[in-house]
């Protein structure tokens, strides 16, 4: 069996109203998609899958992410919890990144974020977000050092959750990450501020900054579901898998992981067949 083969071997069966496609990618690699006709529909499906880990693994490492897009998989897993048909107390994850300068209990923070959506209404096991206290430089460095050390201790990424943004960032890597990139303080691109200016009350007060887990980190999941939606990702999303994979596209080194698979409603998947 090729890693390949493992990887979508352990894909379950999509439920109605989800196609599954394999893509062709520009690296050669063969990438399962799965297309739903609504938002809802992708996220229910990715609910369950990290559900199923849960279920093999009561002690499953996750690896999480924020922003608009998986909060309807939040919404879908807490739904799962309460009727019995998913259990994360036992569940450990780390988070992708945080805002920097930001402390934990910020409004705006990624950590009050993840409260709000998931942890604070479903027993959890252990959840981690990277720290984006304002501190001294070698501070900061030695905290993403044990961030990076409490994932190897954990035993790695079983299931690594991925949103993707308009310049091809995945967590925050930003185009010009490295391959090897790791635990780190990072500059946010233009593009991202702007995104992100809504949730700061304008482009003045949103953070240059945050602290993102590294490219090399992220590929090192064992499994990763890269989730988008709607119109305006549909052309980031043909780059990302149909142009030939690059650092200038985070994403795009997506391709040579042979445990990633697509979640995409057919909005985002429009420019991809
Ligand atoms: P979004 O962000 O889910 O808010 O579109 C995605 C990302 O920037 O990774």
Known sequence: ???????????????NGISA???????????????????????????????????????AVLGLATGSTPIGVYDALIRLAAS????????????????????????????TFMRRHLFDQVPWGHWHVPSGRNRPREIIEADCRAYEAAIQTAGGIDLQLLGIGRTGHI?????GSARDSRTRLVDLSAATREDAAQNFGGLEQ???????????????????????????????????FLEPPTTDLPASLLQQHPGTALYLDTAAASDLF
Do not use: W
Not at 31 to 41: C, E, H, M, T
Not at 42 to 55: F, K, L, T
Not at 84 to 106: H, K, Q, V, W
């Open 84 to 111: 019995g048909a998913a259990d994360l107390s036992a569940a450990r994850s780390f988070n992708l990144d945080e805002y920097y300068p930001m402390e934990a209990d910020s409004p705006q923070s990624y950590h």
């Open 21 to 59: 496609i394999t893509l062709e990618t520009a690296a050669g690699t063969l990438l399962p998609v799965f297309i739903g006709s609504n938002y809802a529909d992708i996220c229910g499906e990715v609910a369950r899958q990290i559900a199923r880990v849960a279920r093999e693994r009561r002690n």
């Open 171 to 175: 967590g925050f890597n930003e185009p």
């Open 1 to 15: 069996m090729t890693a390949f083969d493992s990887a979508t071997a352990s894909v379950e069966t999509p439920m």
């Open 206 to 240: 949103t953070p240059h900054q945050a602290v993102s887990m590294g490219l090399g980190t992220i590929l090192e999941a064992r499994r990763i579901l890269l989730m988008a939606s709607g119109a305006s990702k549909a052309g980031i999303v043909r780059r990302a």
